[in-house]
């Protein structure tokens, strides 16, 4: 069995930074990509970002393209969201994912994910 934890998330103003962390525990996640998914209230969660084992050209869901940034360190167990330029639309739980098939780690909701964080909240204030 695999658990996810996430840490970083807080209370930001708008245009502020906020790194986000996932570490991974329990087993090795060999050939599994990870990604960020966020569930706004009243929203359905969303994809945000995906990277595979390799660290290859990743995934970004267009909301996000050019101000977040996902990299890992396997040698850590721990893949990462960089939030540049945040956005009070930005504000959501987001939650770590890991899966060894693309699509799914890609897909609009992740549904099928093999494995979930419990999540953390960003909170970007106006």
């Known amino acids: 069995q695999v658990q996810l934890v996430e840490s970083g998330g807080g209370l930001v103003q708008a245009g502020g930074s906020l790194r986000l962390s996932c570490a991974a525990s329990?087993?090795?996640?060999?050939?599994?990509?990870m990604g960020w998914f966020r569930q706004a209230p009243g929203k359905e969660r969303d994809i945000v970002a995906a990277i595979t084992w390799s660290g290859g050209i990743p995934y970004y869901a267009h909301s996000v393209k050019g101000r977040f940034t996902i990299s890992r360190d396997n040698a850590k167990n721990t893949v990462y969201l960089q939030m540049n330029s945040l956005k009070p639309e930005d504000t959501a739980e987001y939650y770590c994912?890991?899966?060894?098939?693309?699509?799914?780690?890609?897909?609009?909701?992740?549904?099928?994910?093999?494995?979930w964080g419990k999540g953390t909240l960003v909170t970007v204030s106006s």
């Open positions: 994912a890991a899966d060894p098939n693309w699509a799914i780690i890609t897909s609009p909701h992740g549904g099928g994910m093999d494995y």
């Open positions: 329990g087993r090795t996640l060999s050939n599994y990509a």
